[in-house]
């Protein structure tokens, strides 16, 4: 796209496809995500239209690079290649922060996972009010982008819990536009979503419903969030077989909202192909020699409340302290990225991750054998490694949209290795996918998840490998592509 053409497809979500950091000499240097939405994004461009991806200024080198370009258009200033046009938006630090810290992260994303220990939290007052107000004020900023950017009658792809009042925003400034949103969390159901007062309660399902389709990773969720409507306000709901809908005044169009389950899986082959690269061989090697010839466990994630990372340590001691005979025959690699480091939850968090580990090496460790190696800094190559040389994966979180591991895992391990059982929480998107090749926990069991990884280390390795065939396939099922495609062919 060139000039001040407009787009005919656009994109917005909070973190966008690139981020910027800042030398002292005032260099700006890029670095892309390779996430699934910028490979999908890219293939949308490959039909010719026009597409622009709005999203917001994270950091200060971010906020530096939307200063230098003239409407915060990356692209046209040369700062990111013109196959990914980029309108970054400059959003004061102090409203992104309420917006983002406060509402996105730290009430939202709490409620769709059901995290609070509720005879403390939430207690909405007035700072809750105030970073109320900066939510609905990036959230029309980001109306406000998409409106300018937009060409008549342009497809408009929503992301996520950070975006939830832009359907209805934007809706009021273009009627003409085909607006869609998609939530890569969970929802919660009536009882627990309706811990939000009233007035935010509405103004997210408003907010969503003011979109032509709606869509979810899983029938679940989606289920879910028709149910917050008719409990909240009285919508009407459409469970039927010729499609979901939901139908409501507070909607601000006639047309009922559409609603879709999408299913996000792995582009495989582009993992394989990362995964066979001489960094990963390289970091592969170091964790042969720290394994030897011992079962592996591997878990990758985010170090995030939902992921369930300290029960899984605690179930991983008990399974050796029930089952001794897996004493020196195993080693579990538990790898713990950095996440939302701003929030006091998530710091607290990695302090529990790292002090359940530090006990269990303690009680279990020998001279000639470390139970468990963790790791707490983020490194790709690293996590493609530990796949390459996993037997069993562990995914238990308490609850996840969907949770991308669990099919990444038994990709590389399939294609790389002999296979690897896979000990999956019920409370994870993927379960629908991946159940019956799995084995399935309660993600609040540690007795039962010591019991399934105990399963799976015993498990035939010819029934580990035709099972992990299986999961891979699933998991391969649904590249980001595809899923991008088919949302833009529903609206
Ligand atoms: O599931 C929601 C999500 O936006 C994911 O797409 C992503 O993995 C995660 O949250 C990242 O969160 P943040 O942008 O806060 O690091």
Redesign the pocket.
Known sequence: MRGTEKASVLLAS??GPVSFTSSDDGVLTAKRGGGGLVSGLSSVAADGAGQVWVCAALSDGDREAAERCPGGRLDRAGLVDSSMPVRLLDIDPETLHGA?NGVA?STLWFIQHMLYATPFAPAFGQAAALEWDAYTAYNKAFADALADEAAPEARVLV????LALVPKLLRDLRPDLRIGHFS??PWAPPDYFRILPDHIADAVLEGMLGADYLGFLTERWARAFMDCCVRQFGAQADYGPAGMSVSSDRAGHETPTRIGVHGLGVDAPSMIERASRSDVDDRLATLREAVGDRQVIVRVD?TELSKNIVRGLDAYADLLRRYPEWRGRVVHIAFAYP??YDLPEYRDYTAAVTSTAKEISDEFGTPDWQPLILHVEDDFARSLAAYRIADVALVNPIRD?MNLVAKEIPIIASATGGGCGLVLSREAGAFAELGEDALVVNPYDITGTADALHEALAMDRDERRARCGRLAAAGAALPPQQWLADQLAAL
Not at 159 to 162: E, L, N, S, T
């Open positions: 909070n973190r983002y992260n992301q996520d819990y950070h890569h969390t985010r996440s939302r949209g």
